[in-house]
């Protein structure tokens, strides 16, 4: 089964009220398994970058002046993603983000079901507990030191794991082994020949049984 871990930076909070998205990160998930595949973009808002966002992401003005604009990298996005689920974290900020952005191009937009929201699947699994992605990366153990500020590649790999801890956390193979892997010892006690145990009672064992039966009074079966 095909996923794709998807993040995004943006300009700000709202689509709606011209901001834009400047990073896009995505992680390929097989049988929810990251397979090193990814895409990444820096994108030209064709904006200015509000300094609160910059402190969030690190992306300024004068790095993302060169960048190519959302219109030039769809095709690729679109072709990477095809129609595989979406993993996100608080999946209905990135949607409308992109959704946006692929309407300002004249595509379809890309509907909410095809999501799969990881900060529900948290508070489902934890309910109370803090749901970001540092807190549940510290839960599982998922090693975040390099996030020093948020970027689109690197909190989609982060959630990638995270996400195959949501998910159950790593299976043990429950192929059977082939006889290669196991042990000569073993292989040789497994093709040892036991010789099959006798059931039937002795003639001494029926005698004591005959004996212990003469002792009850009035047994049931011989009233039947």
Known sequence: MREIV?????????????DRVVEIGCVELHNHLPTGKVFHAYLNPERDMPSEAAMVHGLTD????DKPVFAETVDGFLNFISDSMLVIHNASFDMNFINAELTRCGYKRLPMDRSTDTVTMARRMFPGAPASLDALCK?????????????????AQ??????LELRGGRQPDLAIASTDSIPEESQARAREHRVPRAHAASDEELAAHETFLSQLKAPLWKNA
Not at 6 to 18: H, R, V, Y
């Open 6 to 18: 998807l993040d995004t930076e943006t300009t700000g909070l709202d689509p709606l009220k011209g």
């Open 62 to 65: 004068e790095f993302l002046a």
């Open 139 to 155: 839960r599982f153990g998922v090693d975040a030191s390099s996030r020093k500020m948020h970027g689109a590649l690197l909190d």
């Open 158 to 163: 982060l959630l990638a794991e995270v996400y």
